[in-house]
């Protein structure tokens, strides 16, 4: 399943959550600000920053504050 670490202010987040629920894709959302062991995995896979969104695949990609184009190119591959 896809993680998206994310958080509730940042209109990235809300721009690929949009994204994954129009296209009716199951995902797992993660707050990093209510989840300190998830911020702290976002700062490893960022050198040390907190960049949100930050969304994971099950096949080991990553993709670090795409945009929507990004996303959708992902989410077709």
Request: negative net charge; proline residues 5%.
């Amino acid at each position: 399943m896809i993680k998206v670490f994310a958080t509730t202010w940042c209109g990235d987040c809300r721009m690929a959550k949009h994204v994954l629920d129009a296209r009716s894709i199951a995902y797992e959302y993660i707050d990093i600000d209510l989840a300190p062991e998830a911020a702290a995995l976002v700062q490893r896979i960022n050198g040390g920053f907190r960049t949100v969104p930050t969304i994971l695949f099950p096949d080991g990609r990553v993709l670090v504050e795409p945009s929507r184009l990004e996303l959708e190119e992902a989410l077709a591959a």
